[in-house]
């Protein structure tokens, strides 16, 4: 059988992989207009503590070791046609405008999204740079290794995560999200001061009551100016929008009004035998239900699992997600996950949330620290819907259990009394989360 795959994105040499693992004998070619790999996974402030000027690179997967599991792998050739009905690709090779009709038993699809410029003044600079995803967040660190001035405009987890990034290289960095709390999106207002104050402490400018209206380059810099002033700075860094990269496949596949690729639940698109992941679909949003277009690296990985095991012939059906999400911010993580309280509710959701902190383990130990955590559910059904903590103590992996909670539609009765360890040096004898669960059984009580 021969399986093609449209983009050597990390979703794409991922579900090659699968494929490969599994069904060695399999006849797999992926296709990208890139001369080179797109897409390298790993973290953009994440330094080593003896030399701060160059993040780790990890590339669990990469075109040679595909080659090597017996992957055709080929760059530079640009999709020209899918024929469903003949089960053909039309490519053309963009050194030699040479174009050949490939067939396919199985097409996986695995394009990363295009990003969308915002619509600024100055915003094609040479000296501002534009990010929609960690790639283009490892070119802005490498471009910006002379710049001793710059300024983020963004108030999402990238750009929160370059903002660290710069201030390890000891750069003067100015936030401006653009008149919202920082990371309003993803936590409750108390969580945005003190990551505020956290950024302050550590001598970033934050500017949260401006809106940028447009930006000046001189030559050697820029100015981004607010509607109440003007912030000097070598390079600008932008969180730009994304969308899906799929006007190949029009009146070819079912779209959706935003153009991205309609698919079941097991990955399929509207014609039999083409799967489609990553930034070319939806994703289903748990806490809603509904469908939804927010191309995230870590679920385009996991659909290239599943579009992998299906195109050999299984059925796994895909989860949906609940969009997790974490950051370190001078040593305290935030993590997120599912709905705040605002975004239920702007959802149609009658919901409620409570918000506690309380230590990760006992305070007759010799340290301890404490958490800031909160949870939304709904009010009807009791069911968790998201939440949020923040601590010097690393609780992502606890918002991981959250949001298997949120999936498996768990209440905040689940949440406060499933049994969990207990041992002085972690936690608890009812650990913080189950603290959390409990404080939410007693509002939920009392209404």
């Known amino acids: 059988m021969r399986v093609i795959i449209i983009g050597c994105t990390y979703a794409g040499m991922t579900a090659a992989a699968q494929i490969l693992k599994s069904h060695p004998d399999t006849e797999v070619t992926i296709y990208d207009r890139n001369a080179v790999v797109p897409s390298i996974s790993y973290e953009i402030n994440d330094y080593d503590d003896q030399d701060a000027e160059f993040p780790r690179l990890r590339t ?5 070791q595909l080659t090597v599991m017996g992957a055709d792998v080929k760059m530079g050739y640009l999709l020209m046609h899918v024929d469903p009905a ?19 038993d199985k097409l996986i699809i695995a394009n990363d999204p295009t990003g969308t410029a915002p619509s600024l003044k100055g915003v094609d600079s040479t000296n501002v740079t534009l990010i929609k995803d960690q790639q ?13 001035q710059i300024v983020v405009i963004g108030n999402d987890a990238l750009s929160l995560g370059l903002v660290d990034a710069f201030r390890q290289q000891k750069k003067t960095v100015t936030l401006i999200t653009n008149g919202a709390p920082v990371l309003q999106y993803y936590f409750e207002d108390e969580y945005s001061k003190r990551a505020k104050d956290l950024l302050t402490a550590d001598n970033i400018n934050v500017i949260t009551d401006e809106h940028v209206a447009g930006i000046d380059d001189n030559g050697i810099g820029i100015t981004v100016t607010t509607d109440k002033g003007t912030y000097n700075a070598s390079r600008a860094v932008i969180s730009s929008g994304q969308e899906p990269d799929t ?18 639940e097991f990955l399929q698109a509207s014609v039999p035998d083409i799967y489609v992941v ?42 949906g997600t609940q969009l997790s999400m974490s950051l370190n911010l001078s040593g305290t993580t935030m993590a997120s996950v599912g709905l705040t309280l605002a975004r239920a509710q702007q959802a149609g959701i009658d919901a409620d949330s409570v918000t506690i902190e309380d230590n990760y383990r006992p305070e007759f130990m010799p340290t ?12 009807d059904t009791r069911q968790i819907l998201g939440a949020q903590m923040m601590s010097k103590h690393d609780i992502s992996e606890s918002l991981s259990l959250i949001s298997l909670c949120i999936q498996n539609k768990n209440t905040i009765e689940f949440l406060g009394m499933y049994d969990t360890m207990f041992q002085p040096n972690f936690d608890r004898a009812f650990n913080y989360v189950n603290l959390l669960g409990q404080a939410a059984m007693a509002k939920a009580g009392n209404d």
């Not at 003949?86 to 396919?104: C, N, R």
């Not at 283009?136 to 001793?148: F, G, P, R, Y």
């Not at 404490?370 to 939304?376: A, G, Q, S, Y």
């Open 60 to 64: 669990e997967l990469s075109p040679q």
């Open 86 to 104: 003949q089960k053909t690709v039309k490519v053309m090779g963009m050194l030699d405008d040479d174009t050949t009709a490939e067939h396919y």
């Open 136 to 148: 283009d967040a490892k070119a802005a660190v490498l471009l910006s290794t002379i710049d001793q």
């Open 247 to 264: 006007s190949i496949y029009h009146g070819v596949l079912e779209m959706d009004d935003h153009g991205a690729i309609k698919v079941n």
């Open 278 to 319: 990553g930034g070319s679909t939806t994703l289903r949003y748990n806490p809603t239900g509904q469908r939804i277009y927010d191309p995230q690296p870590t679920e385009a990985v996991r659909q290239a699992v599943i579009a992998a095991e299906n195109v050999m012939g299984k059925q796994v059906k895909d989860s």
């Open 368 to 379: 301890t620290t404490p958490v800031l955590m909160t949870v939304v559910w709904d009010k």
